[in-house]
């Protein structure tokens, strides 16, 4: 199972752009980047996935380069709505047991 | 709407009576999981299920109990609760494998008294 580091906290402003940066070295052939949000006392919410490049939805993207070895959530444009944990998981598409670590806390100031 | 239902959404007990929490999900999803999510401690896998009648351990298992006797149900059984249970629990559910995009349900806080 890959280990994941992540910021443990980073702070931005409004309007801004973020990127929280994952780092998975050890990451498998077979591994697929997932990056979650969560909100106090609520469950997490599945952001954004990719395996390589990028990707791109209507919340996020993620860079992935081509090593693999790490990937960066982009957050445009953040709002304070955005403040939130965010959990980068790098996991095989077959596993079915979960690792979630810590996450990055976003802060986002007015 | 597509949702994991959990209840209690809260609740205190008193050491040693047994609880259930249930959870239910509504897109007949094959996966479904239990995790408890402690201070400085991130969110830990208790127990998970990758269908009907198949169960298995997460990374913390002890003092719980699950059953999958339905698709759309994973309840989660304290048999003797005790206070290092106390803690917020969230049930997720996901297609078929684990790293399909999971859905949580809106936890349930839970304190052991």
């Known amino acids: 199972l890959a280990k994941t580091t992540q910021p443990i906290s980073m702070d931005s402003y409004e309007g801004q752009e973020v990127n929280i940066t994952c780092s998975h070295n050890?990451?498998?052939?077979?591994?697929?980047i997932t990056w979650y949000q969560q909100f106090p006392s609520q469950g997490p919410r599945f952001i954004i996935q990719?395996?390589?490049t990028k990707v791109t939805n209507e919340v996020a993207s993620l860079f992935i380069p081509a090593d693999r070895k790490s990937s960066t959530l982009s957050l445009p444009r953040v709002s304070l709505s955005d403040t939130a944990v965010y959990y980068c998981?790098?996991?095989?598409?077959?596993?079915?047991?979960?690792?979630f670590g810590s996450g990055t806390k976003l802060n986002v100031k007015p | 709407e597509a949702q994991v239902t959990q209840n209690p959404r809260y609740l205190i007990t008193v050491t040693g009576k047994k609880l259930t929490v249930t959870c239910s999900q509504n897109?007949?999803?094959?996966?479904m999981s239990w995790y408890r999510q402690d201070p400085g401690l991130g969110l830990r896998q208790i127990y998970y299920?990758?269908?009907?009648?198949?169960?298995d351990k997460g990374d913390v298992p002890e003092g719980y109990k699950v059953s999958r006797k339905e698709k759309r149900n994973f309840p989660l059984i304290l048999e003797s609760p005790s206070p290092n249970q106390t803690s917020l629990y969230f049930c997720?559910?996901?297609?078929?494998?684990?790293?399909?995009?999971?859905?949580f349900g809106q936890g349930t806080r839970l304190t052991v008294v």
């Open positions: 997720a559910s996901s297609l078929r494998q684990g790293a399909d995009e999971a859905f």
């Open positions: 050890n990451i498998a052939t077979n591994d697929y």
């Open positions: 990719g395996y390589k």
């Open positions: 998981l790098a996991l095989p598409y077959n596993f079915n047991k979960f690792y």
């Open positions: 897109m007949n999803h094959e996966y």
């Open positions: 299920s990758m269908n009907v009648e198949v169960t």
